[in-house]
């Protein structure tokens, strides 16, 4: 499909929009929490919005609270996406090993129940789904950095959250993730190697190794690794940042502050090299939330 001749903005976001049991949030949103969230959204505009931490519910219930309140500040959202992610999928096994079944680290991706902390896409414009490697076992992605002592091979799954591949109508191709964070193990770096891991699928998809990539791909979401601090296999994040297939408009900008660690870059928007990038940029924090608003505007030929 020939891409439209106007621009588009697109952001992402890992703003808080995850609580510690279902249906939380939609309670939340109903009493009127997170104004500041919905202002600063409207502040930006964008046409299409991937959120990296926000609960799902299996009718997106709670996702079209959240478009009614962006509805209501001017921004029409009417293309949600919004699968079930693997955070907090039960696997059914002791995965953590502690003698005990059904804990947030024994899911496909840490949740204390199934969904908790979630992606969804909110668009202007029509979506598809174009692949979806959320459901690939981390033992199948060539190279993997799985261990033979790692816990169950045959059912670990890569993602920790998802991996979407979305085509938006008349734009360019969306590579959305949200990676575990590389810390909370010990020394066999079994969270670092993944976080690496789910970074280096898209590595893997633009090279082909995956299926035919897409022409014109913009990769977005939260990496959870900054290439320069921090804890987690930087290397990779370089590796990725330095690739003459993408262009980094926001190269050294911090999106989120941790008292632990300062300043670091976890969320990301590198669109292809091809693409004309008409401005870009990383909203100042605001009340109540850690993780910074990106944001590029794309001119598309």
């Not at 995850?18 to 046409?47: C, F, M, N, Q, Y």
């Not at 987690?232 to 502050?257: H, I, S």
């Not at 870059?265 to 939330?289: E, F, K, M, N, T």
């Amino acid at each position: 499909m020939p891409l439209l001749a106007e621009p588009l903005r697109l952001a992402t976001w890992h703003a808080d929009l995850s609580r510690d049991g279902p249906g939380l949030l939609l309670r939340d949103l109903r009493k009127g929490e997170g104004t500041g969230l919905v202002a600063e959204i409207a502040a930006v505009a964008p046409d299409v919005l991937l959120l990296t931490d926000i609960d799902f519910d299996h009718d997106g219930v709670a996702l079209g609270a959240l478009a009614a309140r962006l509805e209501a500040a001017g921004l029409a959202y009417p293309h949600r996406f919004a699968p079930r992610p693997n955070a907090g999928l039960p696997t059914g096994r002791d995965l953590d090993g502690d003698g005990r079944l059904g804990g947030p680290r024994d899911a496909q991706g840490y949740g204390l129940f199934s969904g908790q902390g979630g992606m969804a896409l909110l668009s202007a414009r029509p979506l598809r789904l174009e692949a979806d490697f959320t459901a690939m076992l981390w033992r199948e992605l060539p190279g993997a950095r799985m261990r033979s002592e790692d816990p169950a091979p045959e059912l670990q799954r890569l993602s920790s959250d998802a991996h979407w591949v979305i085509g938006i109508e008349g734009g360019p191709t969306l590579l959305a993730w949200n990676a575990t964070p590389p810390v909370f193990d010990g020394p066999e770096d079994r969270n670092g190697r993944r976080n690496a891991d789910e970074l280096a699928l898209w590595r893997r998809y633009l090279e082909g190794a995956l299926g035919e990539p897409p022409e014109w791909p913009v990769l977005i979401g939260n990496a959870n690794l900054d290439p320069e601090r921090g804890e987690g296999l930087r290397q990779e994040m370089r590796g990725l940042l330095g690739d003459p297939r993408l262009q980094d408009p926001l190269a050294g900008r911090a999106t989120v502050a941790w008292e632990q660690t300062g300043p670091m870059r976890v969320s990301y928007i590198l669109p292809a090299a091809g693409l004309a990038v008409r401005d870009a940029g990383v909203r100042p924090a605001i009340d109540g939330q850690r993780h910074r608003l990106v944001w590029v505007t794309l001119e598309l030929p």
